[in-house]
């Protein structure tokens, strides 16, 4: 019986140096860190729900870096669904009404582009650790994922704890703590859950870069986009204008648009495979 190879099965290949192994992980780390800081910046000065839809356009970009580093095909759904999404990062999005107290004109047009960076840094962090998987990395293993991701977020978190004590930030530490509406202890679980949840988040998504591709780790990654602006109205009480349910109802389509292109690839492939089946056995 014929039976496709896994693409996790094993590839005997010569193991890249340690220089460039390293340099793989600081490149990375250093991107992740950058990007979390962007967001981090973001999320202080602009709504949830806004951040999401900016948030949209990592698919516009990953698919960019995509096709330069790991030359992705562009389909006609591919298209259509960055088509859908370009809508997405209009800062007519964006109603100012939703601006927080104290927050300027100039300050609100500098986060407005600090997001915009962090999901560049984004689509470009899953491209490259696509190309190191197929360029560096190389061997097909479960290990090769966990190395990448443990010291891809230490090289991460050695940055912006540098910066956290460099600025003087952990001297605010007890007082944000002690001004916590819902107290100490659930200051100090949501720092550990938030960590934990964002843990299996990037397992989750170096492991489908790793499996399939950058571009399909993006895709389901926007899958909760809908989700997150909908949840921010009864958590944080966010408004949800007109051009933000238009801009869901585009993001909905963008994934569906994705989700049935891998659908055709896949049976496509199945296809092959078979075929090719049937013409060793005859």
Not at 73 to 87: A, D, G
Not at 117 to 131: D, E, K, P, R
Not at 157 to 172: E, H, M, N, R, Y
């Amino acid at each position: 019986m014929c039976k496709p190879n896994s693409i996790t099965a094993a590839v005997k290949t010569k193991p890249s140096s340690l220089l460039l192994l390293v340099g793989v992980y600081l490149y990375l780390g250093l991107l992740s860190a950058g990007n979390v800081y962007l967001y981090s910046v973001s999320f202080e000065y602009l709504p949830v729900s806004t951040v999401a839809l900016i948030s949209a356009s990592q698919l516009v970009f990953n698919a960019f870096f995509s096709y330069f580093l790991n030359s992705q095909k562009f389909t006609p759904l591919i298209i259509n669904s960055l088509s859908s999404h370009h809508f997405l990062r209009s800062p007519g999005s964006n109603n100012s009404t939703e601006r927080p107290p104290g927050v300027s004109n100039g300050k609100y047009v500098l986060v407005f582009i600090c997001t915009i960076f962090a999901t560049v840094a984004y689509g470009l962090s899953l491209a490259s650790q696509q190309l190191a998987f197929r360029k560096i990395l190389k061997r097909q293993s479960f290990k090769v994922v966990m190395d990448l991701i443990i010291f891809q977020s230490l090289v991460a978190s050695i940055v912006t704890s540098i910066g956290f004590f460099a600025s003087g930030d952990w001297k605010l530490l007890k007082t944000e703590m002690d001004g916590y509406a819902l107290g100490k202890v659930s200051y100090i679980m949501t720092l550990v859950w938030t960590a934990v949840a964002w843990q299996v988040f990037v397992f989750g998504g170096v492991a489908l870069v790793f499996e399939l591709s950058a571009l399909f780790s993006n895709v389901i990654a926007a899958l909760g986009l809908p989700i997150t602006p909908i949840a921010a109205i009864f958590v944080f009480h966010d408004k949800m204008s007109g051009i933000k349910g238009i801009s869901l109802v585009l993001a909905i389509w963008g994934f569906v648009s994705y989700a049935c292109q891998h659908y055709l690839d896949d049976n496509e492939l199945n296809a092959e495979t078979k075929k090719g089946c049937e013409v060793s056995e005859a």
